[in-house]
Nanobody, 119 residues
Framework: EVQLVESGGGLVQAGGSLRLSCAAS????????IAWFRQAPGKEREGVSC????????YYGDSVKGRFTISRDNAKRMVYLQMNNLKPEDTAGYFC????????????WGRGTQVTVSS
């Protein structure tokens, strides 16, 4: 069974940092691209960042470029999202998702971790 479990969310002041973790199990981790999405109440889900199996050339959404960094440790089956200079508009539930090779879209999702940034 594919499982993705997020952790690391919390309450932080504007300008602060958090590191989110996504622990993967139940599938061939090195074959999968892993992404972070976020969704705030009343807003559409937004793609934050994505990293392929090799970790080369990750994607970042415009709203987080220069502030967030995605990385993966294939040996530990982990993906991380380092979030610096957090802003109140970063407040959302953050979800990691897995994309199988050859498949369009993400079909494996974690339950999410809440990030709240106070002004």
């Amino acid at each position: 069974e594919v499982q993705l479990v997020e952790s690391g969310g919390g309450l932080v002041q504007a300008g602060g940092s958090l590191r989110l973790s996504c622990a993967a199990s139940g599938f061939r981790f090195t074959d999968y691209a892993i992404a972070w999405f976020r969704q705030a109440p009343g807003k559409e889900r937004e793609g934050v960042s994505c990293i392929g199996d090799s970790g080369v050339n990750p994607y970042y959404g415009d709203s987080v470029k220069g502030r967030f960094t995605i990385s993966r440790d294939n040996a530990k089956r982990m993906v991380y999202l380092q979030m610096n200079n957090l802003k109140p508009e970063d407040t959302a539930g953050y979800f990691c998702a897995g994309q199988r090779p050859g498949v369009t879209g993400y079909d494996s999702w974690g339950r999410g971790t809440q990030v709240t940034v106070s002004s």
